[in-house]
């Protein structure tokens, strides 16, 4: 039985999660954007687990860091990375339309989600997505090498996939994230319930994803962008009516209130 663990990596500094699918039952092992190994390398000692593949979503550090280590411990195990991160270590390249068969029962379609950076992709199969920076719990990353335009495409390609999913993100911002949401949609009855019910406990491991991908086109900003109330408040802040010019406000906003330029009362 696949069973999947999110082990706390680079707690206080940029506190990521690291996502581990495994099946004890034949001892194997698939992990997402390694920033370290050790974590990693512990929960599979201790399990008797394998790791058979090591699949990466972009180039930051905190996401490939630990893939050095990893692979000299199981040097048999399959990189996967997209097609524009460079880093030797990735053994296959992958671009939208890509599927990874990382074992005969787990496979995953590639989309490219570039914005958060140029070579961002991500991995989703009937059951799950693995979209790591592109978007977080409540939130999503910062530009840091991609454009408004390709984020914004980004979001929008995300947003049509089923709500079902369960939602797999790299990062613990989700208090950050909501506070900021709850500013700028407050009429929003599904955001002020999410808020109400809030329950983080990092550092603990998580054993299941951390909500399902309709929680988020309800709730997250980033996911609502271009529609109202958001789009009319964003247009009295200066924006077109563009997907581009619409997300890349909300960004601008929300690194405002981070900067403390913008104050939340």
């Given amino acids: 039985m696949r069973e999947i663990i999110g082990i706390p990596s680079l707690v206080g500094d940029y506190d990521n999660y690291i996502w581990v699918l495994y099946d004890s039952s034949i001892q194997q092992a698939w992990v997402f954007d390694p920033g370290e190994a050790q974590p990693v390398l512990a929960f599979l000692n201790t399990n008797h687990l394998a790791l058979k593949a090591i699949l990466i979503t972009h180039r ?41 068969t990382v074992s005969p029962e787990l496979a995953f379609d590639v989309l490219e989600t570039p914005g958060h950076t140029e070579d961002h ?79 983080i406990d990092y550092p603990r491991a998580l054993n299941q994803a951390p909500n399902k991908l309709g929680l988020e086109k309800s709730t997250n900003p980033f996911l609502r962008f271009d529609l109202p109330p958001l789009r009319d408040k964003l247009r009295a802040r200066g924006c077109d009516d563009t997907p581009a010019s619409l997300f890349a406000g909300l960004r601008a906003w929300k690194d405002q209130v981070d900067q403390g330029v913008e104050k939340i009362e």
């Fill in 121 to 199: 992709i991500s991995y989703v199969n009937a059951d799950s997505l693995f979209c790591a920076d592109t978007l977080f719990t409540g939130g999503c990353g910062r530009l840091l090498g991609g454009t408004p335009q390709q984020y914004a495409e980004s979001l929008l390609k995300l947003r049509q996939l089923p709500d079902e999913l369960d939602f797999f993100c790299a990062h613990e911002y989700t208090v950050d994230n909501l506070r900021f949401a709850c500013y700028v949609d407050p009429e929003n009855p599904a955001l002020q319930a999410r808020s109400r019910a809030l329950q």
């Fill in 60 to 100: 930051h550090f905190d996401h490939v860091d630990g893939i050095p280590e990893l692979k000299a411990a199981f040097p048999s195990a399959i990189v996967y990375g997209p097609q524009k991160t460079p880093n030797a270590l990735i053994d296959v390249r992958l671009q939208e339309g890509d599927q990874v």
